[in-house]
């Protein structure tokens, strides 16, 4: 068993909280879009931006946008 210094896990506590923010602040900046897009009545996946047909989603505000008469 490696006997680990207070300062090697002081390292790796650190880096597992950075970690935490960087991920946590991505899943902000995509809710975040999300949001944005519903309050703008585009999808929220493609935003309307690209192609409808390619997108995944199957109610994309985008598609009936565009099958529309
Ligand atoms: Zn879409």
Not at 7 to 33: E, K, N, P, T, Y
Not at 43 to 66: L, R
């Amino acid at each position: 068993m490696p006997t680990w210094t207070l300062d090697q896990i002081a390292g790796l506590v650190f880096g597992g909280l950075m970690l935490l923010a960087v991920l946590s602040a991505r899943q902000v900046d995509q809710s975040v879009a999300r949001a944005q897009r519903r309050q703008l009545g585009l999808c929220e996946e493609c935003g309307g931006v690209f192609d409808p047909k390619s997108c995944q989603i199957k109610d994309c505000p985008s598609k009936k946008a565009s099958q529309a008469p």
